[in-house]
Every structure is written in C-alpha cells, then in structure tokens.
C-alpha cells in the first residue's frame, strides 16, 4: 500500500503559490514526495530557493519562480514558466495569504493595510492568464 501512495501524484505538475512557508512549503514537501513536480510561486526568495535544494537528487523537480499574486504579469510569468519546463498545468494551489495588522483595531483603521490582504487573499487566487 504505502508504494501505491507514494506515487499517487506522479507525472502531475502543480503550482504552489505561497509555498516558501507555512501550509505552502508542507504541501510543496508532500506533493513532490508523492512524485509531482512543483513549481513554487512566493516573495521569499531564499526560502523558495532553500526548499529547492532539498530536492536536487530526487526523482520530483521542484523549483522557484518569484511571484507577488497581486500582479497580474508575476502570475502569468509563473503559468508561462510552469508550461515551459513540465509542458502543462495539473494542479493549482492558491496558498498565498498574508494576515495583516494582528493587532488592527477599528478604532484604527488603515485603508492600505486592509487594501494589501484583499489584494493578496481574495484578488490574487482570481488572476490568471
């Protein structure tokens, strides 16, 4: 069973926007250990490019492209090169998100702040080419 498990996604191709950290860097981790290859989209730069790393001598490719969800052209770029290298798209992640001010009040609202969570949590999974 557990050989059938591991290669449940191979041959796969997925996009894991905001997979330098968090729930996006554990499903970049499951994914290529279940034999996808992955193509992490993330601002952290050298976290992106360490989790790479890990996977040089693995069957599953893994790599980094920086890309801010909020800008159409980054997400594109991502789809552009995702195609380039694998030849398709079979699974797209939308991860990205950012909490904002935690400790926001509405005593203090801040128009910006509120404007850069929509812009990255709801506007950023809806950009595509």
């Not at 001010?101 to 801040?110: A, E, G, K, T, V």
């Amino acid at each position: 069973m557990n050989s059938l498990i591991s290669k449940r996604l191979e041959g796969k191709v997925a996009i894991i926007t905001g997979g330098a950290s968090g729930f996006g860097e554990n499903t970049v981790r499951l994914f290529a250990k279940h034999g996808a290859n992955v193509l992490i989209a993330d601002v952290q730069d050298d976290r992106g490019n360490s989790i790479c790393a890990d996977f040089v001598s693995t069957p599953s490719e893994v790599i980094y492209v920086r890309c801010d969800v909020t800008k159409e052209a980054d997400v594109k770029n991502v789809l552009d090169t995702a195609v380039s290298m694998f030849g398709k798209v079979d699974i797209v992640f939308s991860n990205a998100g950012i909490p904002g001010n935690p400790d926001f009040s509405i005593l203090d609202f801040d128009s910006e702040n509120v404007k850069r969570i929509l812009d990255v949590n709801v506007f950023g999974v809806l950009f595509k080419e």
